[in-house]
């Protein structure tokens, strides 16, 4: 405890000088700051942001549910691209709608050539020409990406053809499949990655062996 008589600069009338006073507010503030000893000088104010109250109320995820085969044992278009490395090397039935056949002449006329000059062209070199195939879907406007590839379609043999061929080889011949665009069709093979004339595809393609056609030809 300091009297006033023993401050420095004290009066005699008991006045503190200038300096000593100044010497206690400097005291009292050093108390005052101990009072947030034990505190992180640190930290910040409070944040203020108030806690999300709302629940989100989000759609349920849709079902995911694979086709199974149809009632009369054929398969889909959908479920032969969905199960189609459980399928493989395995003889199938498939159900569904031609979307697109394999046309030769089509793909090579050209703007100034008619449908009968570029025919002429395809037979004197067939070579030009892929082995027959089409496409299958589950509906007629199935696009072609959502499509399957059925290949090895037997195709009609040219003249030439058929003069190097025995009276039993012709009879044995298999019977070319009469089909157009839009045709519904069952169609009996193999299902596989690749075939024997060369045709491959990572999804899966079905080699042709039979064909019921339930729209008939036109």
Sequence with gaps: M???SSMHGCTQAGRISPATLRAALVFLGCGALSFGCGEDPLKGPPLEIAQATVKLALPEAPAFDIP???PDGTHSVREMRLK???LLN???QIKGFVTWIYDCVAEYQSADETTAETRKKVEADPTMCQRPHFFLGDTPD???ERSIWVVETPRKLRPDEVRLLSRQERANLPKVPEI???DEVIVTGSWSNESPGGFAKSEGLLVYKDLQN???AK
């Design 68 to 70: 199974g085969p149809h």
């Design 90 to 92: 395995t003889e199938v």
């Design 214 to 216: 339930l729209s008939g």
């Design 142 to 144: 199935t696009s072609g």
């Design 180 to 182: 157009n665009v839009g």
């Design 84 to 86: 189609s490395s459980k």
């Design 2 to 4: 300091i009297s006033t």
